[in-house]
């Protein structure tokens, strides 16, 4: 299972009503945070997730709709007596960066760690969650990321069989672990069946369409994009500011085949995104016009029954 929620759906600054983009994810004790906007704390607070237990935090780039909620996140993790340490992944700079935020959020009591991204395109892997980060089009360096859950193998009591593996073994085999015995070496491959699908979704946001996106949003169970604008100039504007229409993120989750787009990052003219609606699901059926708090449980396809 994958638990995702949209803490702020807000580009730019925020509104009453609007909190910044940030995005959580928690999978099997591992929760992460996708950007940080001003005010995350209070989102977090609101969805009643504690801020204690977030191990890392990605960042799509450095505009402080982004960032600026990092020094606020991080004196809430030291009111709430976290020890420990923080894992911060970003664009090049991320140095940088974390020592102005270290200016303002000085003495927390634990450990701050980063990685830079390095290229177009980089993965990084906790646990049964994998995060690969990639190169989209913005006015600065900009990564959307593609997160995946990894679905373990099912024993295959046939193929063992075939392969003569004593059924002592089965059990370490099965749970990965390679075995010697005898002048003979069992590997956990002899006693697996078929990989199986995971769960796929991508965030990214600020992004003109581009390939990368395109590539990486394709057959996800969840693609999560900015719609900066719906307006009738919208387009005028997304380009000018290297950013995405609601239309233009609505045309590319049909063709990707994504299972559902949900919208954020809504410009601060857009008050009332509702209007398009029915407009965007004539382009793509299921979009959700996220609102702050918009929460879903991945799961795992449903696989149905065997019959071999
Ligand atoms: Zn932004
Ligand atoms: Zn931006």
Request: glycine share 8%; proline share 4%.
């Amino acid at each position: 299972m994958l638990d995702v929620c949209l803490l702020g759906t807000g580009g730019t600054v925020p509104l009453p009503e609007r909190w910044l983009t940030s995005c959580y994810v928690r999978c099997e004790g591992t929760a992460a945070l996708i950007d940080c906007g001003e005010g995350t704390q209070i989102a977090l607070h609101k969805e009643r997730i504690s801020c204690k237990h977030i191990d890392l935090i990605f960042l799509t780039h450095f505009h402080a709709d982004h960032t600026a909620g990092l020094p606020g996140l991080l004196l809430s993790m030291a009111k709430a007596d976290r020890t420990d340490p923080i894992m911060i992944i970003g664009p090049k700079g991320i140095e940088d960066l974390l020592k102005g935020v270290m200016l303002i959020a000085r003495y927390v009591p634990f450990e701050i760690y980063y990685r830079q991204i390095e290229g177009k395109e980089e993965t990084f892997e906790f646990g049964s969650l994998s995060f690969t980060a990639f190169h989209v089009k913005h006015s600065v360096p900009c990564y959307g990321y593609e997160i995946n859950v990894k679905r373990t193998r099912r024993f295959d009591p046939k193929k063992a069989e075939k392969n003569g593996i004593p059924k002592k073994f089965w059990g370490l085999l099965q749970k990965g672990q390679t075995v010697e015995h005898d002048g003979q070496t069992y590997e956990p491959e002899m006693v697996l069946g078929d990989e199986r699908k995971g769960i796929k979704m991508v965030y990214s946001t600020d992004t003109r369409p581009c390939d990368s996106l395109r590539e990486h949003a394709k057959d996800t169970d969840l693609l999560i994009t900015e719609g900066m604008y719906g307006v009738a100039d919208g387009l005028e504007k997304a380009v000018a500011n290297k950013h995405m229409t609601m239309q233009e993120a609505a045309a590319l989750a049909r063709e990707a085949n994504t299972k559902c787009l949900w919208l954020t990052h809504y410009s601060p003219i857009e008050h009332n995104v509702e209007e398009y609606a029915e407009e965007l699901r004539a382009i793509f059926e299921n979009t959700v016009l996220s609102k702050d708090g918009e929460r879903a449980d991945l799961a795992f396809a449903h696989e149905g029954v065997r019959d071999d």
